[in-house]
Nanobody
Framework: QVQLVESGGDLVQPGGSLRLSCAASGSRFSISAMAWYRQAPGKERELVAAITAGGRASYADSTEGRFTISRDNAKRTMYLQMISLKPEDTAVYYC????????WGQGTQVTVSS
């Protein structure tokens, strides 16, 4: 059973930055396309960014140019570097594969507020 553990969330001011981490167990991480998702209060979970096993990244329109997704297959860890954060980025951030068929972790809370 693959386990996903997200970390790195915090309270930051608008314009600030954060780096989130997603640690995955299991040997299939290195061959899996992975993604970051987020869910704001009262809203559905949405895709933030995705990355192929080979490292090709794609982004939601709302995060393009501000967020950078990356991965270290040797460490079975995925990252999300976020800059120029806005209040509307406030949400619980989750990682999963692009099929969303792994068990969801607890997520990590990102709050952008002055």
């Amino acid at each position: 059973q693959v386990q996903l553990v997200e970390s790195g969330g915090d309270l930051v001011q608008p314009g600030g930055s954060l780096r989130l981490s997603c640690a995955a167990s299991g040997s299939r991480f290195s061959i899996s396309a992975m993604a970051w998702y987020r869910q704001a209060p009262g809203k559905e979970r949405e895709l933030v960014a995705a990355i192929t096993a080979g490292g090709r990244a794609s982004y939601a329109d709302s995060t393009e140019g501000r967020f950078t997704i990356s991965r270290d297959n040797a460490k079975r860890t995925m990252y999300l570097q976020m800059i120029s954060l806005k209040p509307e980025d406030t949400a619980v951030y989750y990682c999963n594969n692009v099929f969303q068929n792994l068990s969801w972790g607890q997520g990590t809370q990102v709050t952008v507020s002055s």
